[in-house]
Each structure stands twice: as C-alpha cells, then as structure tokens.
C-alpha cells in the first residue's frame, strides 16, 4: 500500500498535470482566437477596399452627367463602361429622381437587365434613396427579393442635385464556393451579412449553408458606406496547426507518466528515510544534549543587570555557531562576549566551544581585548578550528564614584553592539573593528572605548536578529534600535522579550544570541539561570 506522502505527490502531480494541461489547452486557444481574429481582420481590410470603389466609380458617372449638363447619353456611355468592367457580374447602374408628390423614384437612364428608364421604383429600396440624399457616403440597401438584389445608391454631390446614382447587382443563391484547399481563406468558414447581426435573410455570401456560424465565431464589423455589415469568420480546421491543437493531450499524458514516476521515487524515497529514522534519532538526542551542555549559566554579579537569548535557526537544527557569554575576570572587571562561527551543525557547535573556553582562558586574568582577541585568532589560523568567526569581547571595569563603567571592546568582523543610554538614546558601539577571525589576511586587531553610565544598557547580538533574506540591514538596525529606545523600563529580562517580540523572528534562518547587560549601581540584579528559548517555544 502506498504510502501517505506518495499518494499525496500523486495527487500533487496530477494536479499539476490538471494544471498544464488546462495551461496548455488555454494558450492553444487564446493563440487560436488571436488567429481567428487576424484573419477575420484581413478579410474585411479586402471588402472594405471593394466597397470603397463602389462611390467611387459611381462618382465618375456622376462627373460625366455634370460634365454633360445632364446628358443621359454620356452617362450611358460611362456606365456600360462599368458594366463591362464587371464580367460575368449581373450588373445594372441607373440614374434616378424622385417622382412629383414624393411617390417613389423615377428612372432618368439606366444600364443593365434589372433596371430601365422610365421605371417607377417604389418598394424599400426608395428608403435607401432618402437616406443618400441626406449624406455623402454611399449607402447600401438590404438583400431584396428572390433574386437576391444588393444596391448601393449615392447622392449629391456625387450625384447632380436632386437625383441619386444607382449600383444594383443580382447576388443569386447562397451556394458555397468550390476551392482548392491551398486557396486563400481555404481554412476559413465565412458569412458576410448586409446586417449589424447574424440574419440569415441578409447574407450577401457564405461558404458555407449552415448559417448562422456555430462554434468558435470571429465577428468582424464591416463599414459599408453609411451602414455596418457583419463578418463572421470560423476555422474549418485548427489555423495553429495540428500538432499543437493536441498539446492539451501531449500534457495530459507526460503529466500522468510522470505522476506515477514522481510517486514511485518518494515511494522508494520514504523507504529509505524509515530505514535511516533510527539513525537520525540518535543523532538527534546528541545534538540536543551538545547544545543544552554549550548554553552557559549566567553569574550573579553585583551591580549588573545580565540577561541572554538564544534561538534555534530552526526545527531540527539544535546545535550551531552562536554564543554568549558573561563572566567575571581579574581585579574586579567583568568580560562580556557574543560570536558566531559559521555553520549550523556539530562541527560548529563543537569549534564554537573551543573558542569559547580558549576566550575565557586568555582573558582570565585581565588581559585587555584587543590582546585575548589576537591570541584567539592565533589559534584558531593555527588549528584550523573553523572557517570564520565572528566576535565582539568587551571588559567592564570596575564601577566609578558615580556608579558609571568604562568597557574596553575589540569588535572582530561581527556586528557593533548597542548601548541605551539612561536618557532612552541609543548610540553605536563602533569603534575597535577589525577583520574577522580565520581570515586568510594578516591584520592587525583594533580597541575602542567607552564610557557606560549608571543604568544604561549593552546590547548584543548575532546576524539572526537582523538579516533578514531580501531585506535592508540598515532598516533592521534602524528597527532595533527604535524598539529598544521605546522599551520604558530597560531591565535586562525585560529588554530581551521586547528585542525579541519586535523584531518578530517568526522564520528563523539563522540562529540568535541575544545578550543584555545594564550597569545598575544598587546591587544588581541576581540571575541565576539562562534565559533561553527556541524557534518553537517563543
């Protein structure tokens, strides 16, 4: 039986199959449409340039009646020219006013078998006449009678005043046309309408007899003079080619062969993992217990307030490179200190540790920073104890008359710590920088002073806290910094969770180490245990 992981890459899979397929089938579609609707565009770029020579030679007649002072006789002649123009197209043309009384329309000359002088013309076409007496565009008539007449009438000025020159052709029965497969359009299903709408009574022509268009229709609006027609355009057969109007299929089927490979690989995968679980567990214990032995104890010191942090990078990861450190040193002075080696696993914990008691041992008996710092990086270029490693260690000295500390600092590539003055300012301890330990350059080590007065407070802290994947550094700092000036009682336990809290380390991706130490003339604070938490438990 399948596994609950693999039947749920299955279904992932076959998801995502879904998807692509729906994907695939979509663009296939959407580019079949965008085709569709460019070939429906040239098609009516091609019967626009028909239609607008029909005013034009109609205008020509026009002309020759002017020329002629209304000779029907000169128009005969330039409309049998147009008529021969056309062969094998039952054309007729006329010339035509309107009757006494507004009674119809009356043939003044006339070419053609439709149409002959003297006729009185009184049906729906006298509409079309009005309407191209009341515009200079030519204007189209619908379909009429059985024979199926079209006509395109144009007024004034085209025409002498008070008389509309006439085109009228017999489209005959709606019959698709016989073409070859390589011809043009040949793809293509069409119906040209003398209408705004689909009408059936109103097709001008077809290719086919099935109308109205069914399916996936292209409508193209058509300006015939001072009308629009319709064109509708359909595919008789797929225009993005036949390979790739199956790509819906061709998805469907790699998506459901690679469901079933993906689902047999975690298959294999989640057996191997059960077979490795035990393994994993006994790792597990002794990292846990590593990191647990590597967290220190703060001291209890008179007239300081101590206060740390430190949090996992992440379920799983128990062990890494972080830490801190308070301890107490000769003639009264106090060290403080917080690093990181690089690394989240148990040969980081385990170079951290060595860096940790090698640290303690140099400065023990109050050799100043900058001096425990170049012995600890001696040590740890000559044994190779890790790659790089980061570290601030500072000493407090004893407190002044006026309850105030000077802290001597050495700062080795990590980040500069904060100080919180009694007032809610927060200055940069940035002074005594130098590269990081294990660097492969010879530098030498740097100390910087300050002055710490009675209740300000010394901030410390790993990258955890701060970097943030895509995010501004400066933005970060900027933040902790606002969030520790704003903390109205600046107790050490009480810094922390605010630290903590605003800067919402929600997704850890590094581990912190958070360290807090106020100078507090009347005593102290007594702690006697480590603060800690982790990524699940905060």
């Not at 689909?198 to 229709?217: I, K, N, S, Y």
């Not at 701060?466 to 050490?492: K, M, Q, Y």
Request: net charge negative; charged share 20%; glycine share 10%.
């Amino acid at each position: 039986m399948l596994r609950p992981a693999s039947i749920l890459a299955l279904l992932v899979m076959l998801a995502v199959t879904g998807a692509a397929t729906w994907l695939a089938r979509a663009a296939v579609d959407d580019q079949e449409h965008r085709l569709l609707k460019e070939r429906g565009s040239e098609i009516a770029l091609l019967l626009n340039q028909a239609i607008a020579a029909i005013p034009a030679g109609l205008a020509e007649q026009g002309a020759a009646l002017r020329y002629s002072s209304g000779s029907t006789v000169a128009y005969r002649q330039v409309a049998q020219r147009a008529a021969a123009a056309s062969p094998g197209a039952k054309v007729t043309f006329a010339w035509l006013r309107a009757a006494p009384g507004h009674r119809g329309y009356l043939v003044l000359a006339a070419v053609g078998d439709t149409l002959h002088e003297g006729q009185l013309i009184t049906d729906a076409r006298t509409a079309t006449f009005d309407r191209a007496m009341t515009t200079q565009q030519v204007v189209p008539t619908p379909v009429l009678g059985p024979q199926r007449l079209l006509g395109f009438a144009l007024g004034p000025p085209a025409a002498p005043a008070g008389t509309v020159l006439y085109r009228e052709s017999a489209l005959g029965p709606v019959s698709p046309p016989r073409q070859a497969s390589t011809a043009p359009f040949a793809e293509l299903e069409l119906a040209i309408y003398s209408s705004d709408k689909p009408d059936p009574t109103q097709v001008l022509a077809a290719t086919t007899t099935h109308l109205p268009l069914r399916g996936e229709v292209s409508n193209v609006a058509l300006q015939a003079g001072a009308v629009r027609w319709l064109t509708q355009v359909r595919p008789r057969t797929p225009l993005v080619g036949t390979i790739a109007a199956r790509a819906g299929w061709v998805a469907l089927g790699v998506g459901l062969l690679g469901a079933l490979l993906v689902a047999a690989v975690v298959e294999t995968a989640g057996r191997r993992r059960d077979a490795a679980l035990a393994l994993y567990d006994a790792e597990h214990q002794v990292a846990e217990t590593l990191q647990r032995s590597l967290l220190p104890q703060l001291p209890t010191l008179p007239g300081l307030d101590v206060a740390a942090r430190y949090l996992a990078s992440g379920v799983g990861q128990q062990v890494g490179g972080d830490w801190f450190d308070v301890f107490p040193v000769a003639d009264g002075r106090v060290g403080i200190v917080v690093g990181d080696v690089i690394g989240h696993d148990l040969a980081a914990a385990s170079a951290m540790a060595q860096i940790r008691a090698s640290l303690r041992a140099y400065a023990i008996d109050g050799a100043e920073p900058v001096q425990v710092i170049t012995k600890l990086d001696r040590l740890v270029d000559a044994l190779g104890l890790t790659q790089l490693v980061t570290v601030v260690y500072g000493v407090l000295e004893p407190p002044a008359s006026d309850g105030s500390r000077r802290l001597r600092y050495t700062n080795a590539g990590h980040l500069a710590p904060l100080l919180r003055r009694r007032d809610g300012h927060v200055d940069t301890l940035d002074g005594g920088g130098s590269v990081v330990l294990g660097a492969p350059i010879a530098a030498d080590h740097n100390q910087g002073e300050a002055v710490i007065e009675d209740g300000a407070v010394i901030v410390m802290f790993t990258d955890g806290l701060v970097e943030v994947p895509g995010g501004s550094l400066e933005d970060r700092l900027n933040r902790l910094s606002e969030t520790i000036a704003a903390e109205p009682d600046p107790a050490a336990e009480t810094l922390c969770d605010r630290v903590l809290a605003g800067m919402s380390p929600q997704t850890l991706r590094d581990d912190i180490a958070l360290l807090a130490v106020r100078v507090a003339s009347a005593s102290g604070v007594p702690i006697d245990r480590l603060a800690e938490t982790d990524m699940m438990g905060t």
